[in-house]
């Protein structure tokens, strides 16, 4: 009797071994690759009022940072194994290609062209494309005829400026800047007569001699971007944000930030 009781309990033991070793083989290997590294290298913006800003405590703030904490957390089980890695619009791409972030959550826009290198989460946040001007220049974007607008790395803020103005029957030059600062020097120089960007930007440029155009040019909807050899990732980053969602998580981070609900 004693007997059948041991080789039962070895039996069992070996089936309970079974199905650990089953999942731990089962796990995706970046997934892997992330939890021996001990950290999810995450892409932020670092100068971006609300959505991702150096606070003053000098670490990186804001709601696309909490919100990789929360990934993370859902993800892999702990929040606090998430590097933040600081970057500006144009060094997502690069970021990316190099390997030293794993995603980016930085106002990223799913386009055809980025498409053919990286794969995209389910929409995290819908965002206006606005524009910025020197204070009571202009009342409404139609009398902006001729005029020339500063625009920082994104190519679909761009064509939708374009398309916006082509629908409103004026025609304007877009002139593209590496940083904020120069866009905002040029501005008060006179050399351009304004900016678009998203509104979540506009609004951290905003100062007492700029004013922003109370018009939509259209719309960004922002994703989590991975190199397309995470692409299983993304099924679980989508269930993750889903997750976010439902419980409202995401709604309390964007409420935590002053972020209009969208």
């Known amino acids: 009797m004693a007997t059948l009781k041991k080789q039962a309990i070895i039996i069992s033991f070996v089936i309970i071994l079974a199905l650990l070793i089953s999942a731990c083989s089962s796990v995706d290997p970046k997934i892997k690759e992330i939890l021996e590294r001990g950290e999810l290298r995450v892409g932020c913006f670092k100068d971006v009022e609300r959505f991702s800003f150096v606070n003053e405590s000098g670490k990186i703030d804001g ?129 351009v007569q304004g900016f678009c960007g998203s509104l979540a930007t506009v609004y951290g440029m905003d100062n007492s001699s700029t004013s922003i155009l109370h018009e939509s040019i259209g719309k960004l909807e922002y994703r989590i971007a991975c190199l397309k050899d995470y692409e299983d990732m993304i099924p679980k980053i989508n269930e993750s944000l889903k997750s976010l969602r439902k419980d409202g998580t995401l709604s309390n981070l964007k409420e935590r930030y002053d972020i209009p609900a969208k």
């Open 63 to 191: 709601f696309e940072p909490r919100l990789a904490m929360a990934l993370s957390k859902d993800i892999l089980g702990d929040s606090a194994n998430v590097k933040i890695v600081p970057l500006t619009s144009r060094m997502r791409s690069s970021m990316l290609d190099s390997k030293d972030v794993d995603c980016v959550i930085a106002e990223y826009v799913k386009t055809t062209e980025l498409e053919k290198k990286y794969v995209f989460s389910d929409v995290y946040h819908i965002d206006d494309i606005a524009l910025l001007t020197n204070k009571d220049a202009f009342d409404k974007f139609d009398e902006m005829d001729g005029a020339k607008i500063a625009v920082i790395g994104n190519g679909f803020i761009k064509s939708s400026l374009n398309k916006y103005a082509e629908q409103n029957g004026i025609s304007v030059k877009t002139v593209e800047f590496a940083s904020y600062q120069d866009v905002l020097d040029a501005l008060s120089t006179g050399e």
